[in-house]
């Protein structure tokens, strides 16, 4: 038709304004899915308030804030994220955003850490940031009290009494019942306690010289007094006994390395046994060296006590020369970490003078095999030799540099006396004594302890 509109361009026109149509509708429907959509994933991540809540006083979504417990956990920190105590190592801090709100809690109940948020008076919107990390001080949390600081050592001389029966019922008993019923001190009372003094294996200088002070240092109206002469007697003693050296410390060097020496049958091997027990008990790694090669079966008695308290024992053939053993326990000690090396070395005579040089031998290949040892070196002594134990540990400290005594066997022998004039005259410390058989019976001296159960139950009696 000329002049007009063509069919068939009006039919291509109303099929392509259909079709723009069908995609401008398919578009609106895709965009109103996915809102609807969004929508159904934003309703599903968040918790729907029940009826009976109470409405938020600010915009806090619930994933912020743990549910309540007995100690509030802090804002974005799970549970198990909290130090157990405050030993616990520290992590590094972590910050997290959250809105500002004030929580109440209930009087009966710690205040929750949500109070360090800002009051209620900040705008709703207002970003806070508070500072979170693993380690928490609870408000419930109570200062430690302080540890109480250690004891010292308590004294059990009604333990240690049994073990000096035998000199107590000697001389001190017999020194005891001078005083009975006196009430004046005489001329003749004062030479029976000389007699006593002088038969008590204390030793003559030592005896003499606690008569002296009694003449000299008592004025004439305390000299009349025999409590008064008893209680010098017992101070003085104290006196002589006590040990002004510090106490060992086997920690001072590793491995701490000591040195036994004695005649034999002194009792260096069992003290060596029952020392190396009270070590291992503390903790301690020990390892012996069975110096004594030349006396039968000491190596033998030695490896007894080894596999009795858990020690190796290092030995060497019989005959062969010790000082080499020795060098050999103190370097497999050093190898391997051992906290103690106790040296046993061969009894022998105080008065061969061989044999005391060959002593001196064994100290020197001691200090090449570690510089510094033996760190100590104990004169093993026989409490029943009496005032024979005196010359021994004279000549014993004249070849060799004794830093302490151990006086054994007291509980065999009424001669326990002797270990005054050991003190006395030497000069040198008391370490341990041995009162018995039992490992507990190497008791660590205590010259308190020791005059309190020697003296007390005398006058008691």
């Known amino acids: 038709m000329e002049g007009g509109t063509s069919p068939d361009f009006l039919t ?15 578009i609106y429907a895709i965009r109103r899915a996915r809102r609807a959509r969004q929508r159904q994933i934003d309703e599903a991540g968040e918790d729907r308030p029940t009826p009976s809540a109470k409405p938020k006083k600010a915009a806090l979504r619930a994933e912020d804030v743990e549910p309540e417990s007995e100690s509030p956990a802090p804002l974005g920190v799970a549970p198990q994220e909290i130090a157990p105590s405050p030993s616990a190592p520290e992590a590094p801090e972590r910050q997290v955003e959250v809105d500002a709100v004030k929580v109440e809690a209930p009087p009966s109940e710690p205040p929750s850490p949500l109070s360090r948020v800002p009051p209620e008076s900040a705008p709703p919107t207002e ?86 002070e009694i003449r000299a240092s008592l004025g004439k109206r305390e000299l009349a007094d025999p409590k008064a002469v008893w209680n010098h007697l017992r101070r003085r003693c104290t006196e002589f006994l006590r040990n002004e050296a510090p106490p060992i410390d086997f920690a001072r060097a590793k491995p701490f390395v000591l040195l036994t020496i004695g005649v034999n049958g002194s009792g260096k091997t ?3 046994g029952k020392l190396a027990s009270k070590l291992k ?22 490896e ?21 053993v020795i060098f050999e326990g103190i370097k497999r000690a050093s190898n391997e970490g051992f ?3 106790i040296a046993d070395t061969a009894g022998r005579l105080h008065t061969k003078a061989n044999l005391m040089e060959e002593l001196q031998k064994v100290r020197r290949v001691a200090s090449k095999a570690l510089e510094g040892a033996p760190h100590e070196t104990w004169l093993v002594i026989d409490a029943t030799s009496g005032q024979n134990a005196i010359a021994q540990a004279q000549i014993f400290t004249q070849a060799m540099s004794v830093t302490g005594i151990v006086l054994t066997k007291l509980d065999g022998t009424a001669k326990g006396g002797v270990i005054l004039g050991i003190a006395d005259q030497l000069g040198i410390p008391v370490r341990y004594i ?9 008791r660590e001296f205590d010259a308190e302890e020791f005059v309190e159960a020697l003296f007390e139950q005398v006058e008691e009696g």
């Open 12 to 26: 291509a026109a109303i099929i392509a304004g259909g079709f723009v149509a069908a995609v401008l509708l398919l």
């Open 127 to 212: 970003k806070v940031r508070v500072e979170v990390g693993p380690k928490v001080t609870l408000p419930t949390d109570k200062p430690r009290a302080a540890q109480p600081a250690d004891k010292p050592k308590a004294r059990d001389s009604a333990a240690l009494a049994p073990g000096l029966a035998r000199t107590r019922a000697g001389w001190v008993s017999r020194l005891g019942q001078l005083f009975v019923g006196k009430r004046e001190i005489d001329p003749a009372l004062v030479e029976e306690i000389e007699k006593v003094l002088l038969t008590a294996d204390i030793g003559v200088r030592t005896s003499q010289k606690l008569l002296e």
């Open 270 to 272: 069992t003290t060596i």
């Open 281 to 302: 008990g503390q903790g301690k790694s020990v390892l012996l060296a069975a110096g004594d090669t030349f006396r039968a079966a000491a190596t033998e008695q030695l």
């Open 304 to 324: 007894v006590w080894g596999a009795r308290v858990g020690a190796p024992v290092v030995r060497g053939k019989e005959a062969s020369d010790p000082s080499s």
């Open 339 to 341: 906290d103690v090396v």
């Open 434 to 442: 041995g009162v018995g058989e039992r490992v507990e019976d190497l």
